[in-house]
């Protein structure tokens, strides 16, 4: 998994958002808003790699335990594959 070309990352004071760029900017209006842990994730995504690896990174990263961190990382890449982030 990867996110998709088009969209970046960027923090505003102690906000994180998402926000399209370029072409993806006429299939997506609108800004994505991530918490810390959220927008950890999204950096792991741009490298790409699988739900396994980002919940390596999640354990490597907090104090959480396995089950917990496989739960949000599920509902992380569910919430980005409804909204077509990820190819």
Do not use: C, H, P, S
């Not at 370029?22 to 741009?46: C, D, H, S, Y």
């Amino acid at each position: 998994m990867k996110i998709k070309d088009g969209f970046i990352l960027r923090q505003v004071a102690d906000t994180y958002i998402v926000v399209a760029v370029g072409q993806a900017v006429k299939n997506f209006n609108g800004i994505i808003n991530l918490n810390e842990t959220g927008a950890f994730l999204w950096r792991q995504l741009e490298k790409g790699g699988d739900e396994q690896t980002l919940v390596d990174a999640l354990l490597g990263e907090y104090e959480v335990q396995e089950e917990m961190a496989r739960k949000d990382v599920q509902t992380f890449i569910t919430k980005l594959t409804e909204a077509g982030l990820i190819k």
